[in-house]
């Protein structure tokens, strides 16, 4: 297989380092959009990482590097590293005023991740409740900014976890979105369905689904969930000595589908199309529908934790327009500008947004 030589920047020392890839491996284009405030690039290896290989030469170790990369142990790093980090991604909560002018003259629209976004992360994936409080806050916001929620999950399952039908909805990765489905100021039509780039992929994830779930069973902990267009591979309560088992797993159900790619989020492996489509281009499409196709003043605000939120900061980044924010307690490369440490945290600047909207009425 041909090789081909990338150069990133080395978001921890700033230094260039060179990695080499297999063109499977990199899927994503490698590019450095201007900075935004606040912000700097960190495109690294782990970005690449973030497309696991299947087929060809990538060995299950390297699976299961990948797997440990998403471990929090790996997060650890120096007071030192921390605070240079934070330099880099101050919180939003501190940088609200500097936010908020940039803002200025512009229609925010928010973009919001579910898992460890709105409501913290949690061994069951299936009760990984938000609580009322930040149900109340989403709503306010509202009703003050087009708002999204952008998920990794099936559109039904985070509806149902959210319940706000003046919402757009974005599951499965950005490969299944509808429009609100009751009021809102911003789409007063019927619900529709307004995009799914995946749809004859249907078919397969299901087989595939079915596969996982057979071949998975003799590992305790796994757990295969059915996203719709995509598939999730949980192993956040598998024993660590039983990664590989389950890497490879997972590889002998994929090498037959060559459609299929690989990508990682917060102890999840992530099967999905092929198709060049991500929480980025879920971004655009709903700018588009909402008529911001080719506006600059529009100011798009994306806050999300994991791994697959990066296409939707690295579309911001290249629009230039807006920015993103990164939910985490831990220095992470990252393409968004700024952070904010935990979903209360997340609360806190959503209600801001909310009563700075209301006084500037
Ligand atoms: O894009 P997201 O909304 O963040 O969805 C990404 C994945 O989120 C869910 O898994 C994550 O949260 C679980 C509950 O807290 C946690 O148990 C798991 O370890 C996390 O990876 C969801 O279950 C996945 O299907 C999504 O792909």
Not at 132 to 157: E, H, N, Q, W, Y
Not at 167 to 175: C, E, F, I, P
Not at 201 to 218: A, C, F
């Amino acid at each position: 297989m041909t090789k081909q030589k990338v150069v990133v920047a080395e978001a921890k020392s700033g230094m260039d380092t060179t990695v080499v890839v297999p063109p499977a491996l990199f899927t994503a284009e490698v590019k450095k959009p201007p900075l935004m405030p606040g912000g700097y690039i960190t495109v690294s290896k782990k970005k690449l990482l973030q497309n696991i290989e299947i087929n060809g030469g990538a060995r299950i170790n390297s699976w299961v590097e990948s797997m440990r990369a998403s471990s929090p142990t790996s997060h650890r790093k120096s007071t030192q590293d921390q605070t240079t980090w934070m330099d880099r991604h101050p919180s939003a909560l501190k940088m609200f005023d500097e936010i908020t002018n940039a803002s200025k003259g512009k229609q925010i629209v928010m973009f919001l991740d579910y898992d460890g976004t709105l409501s913290p992360i949690v061994d069951d994936p299936d009760r990984a409740y938000m609580s009322d409080a930040m149900r109340a806050t989403v709503r306010k916001l509202a009703g003050c900014f087009p708002t999204a929620i952008v998920s990794g999950r099936c559109r039904d399952k985070v509806y149902n976890f959210v319940k706000l039908a003046e919402l757009y909805y974005a599951g499965s990765h950005g490969m299944d979105i509808r429009g609100p489905s009751k009021g809102s100021k911003y789409k007063k039509s019927a619900p529709s369905v307004l995009c799914q780039p995946a749809s004859e992929y249907l078919p397969m994830i299901d087989e595939v689904y079915g596969l996982l779930m057979e071949k998975t069973k003799s590992t305790p902990g796994a757990k295969v969930e059915n996203n719709k267009f995509c598939v999730s591979v949980h192993f956040r309560c598998v024993e660590e000595k039983k990664w590989s088992e389950l890497a490879a797993q997972v590889r002998s159900v994929l090498k037959d589908y060559p459609k299929l790619r690989l990508t990682q989020g917060r102890k999840v492996l992530e099967i999905r199309p092929t198709i060049k489509w991500d929480k980025g281009k879920a971004l655009e499409f709903l700018l588009e529908s909402l008529g911001y196709a080719n506006c600059t003043d529009v100011f798009p605000i994306y806050i999300g934790d994991d791994r697959t939120d990066e296409d939707a900061f690295m579309v911001l980044r290249e629009r230039g327009q807006g920015f993103g924010i990164l939910v985490s307690k831990f220095p992470k490369d990252t393409s968004a500008s700024y952070s904010l440490q935990e979903p209360s945290e997340v609360m806190d600047f959503l209600q801001l947004l909310v009563d700075w909207k209301r006084c500037s009425w």
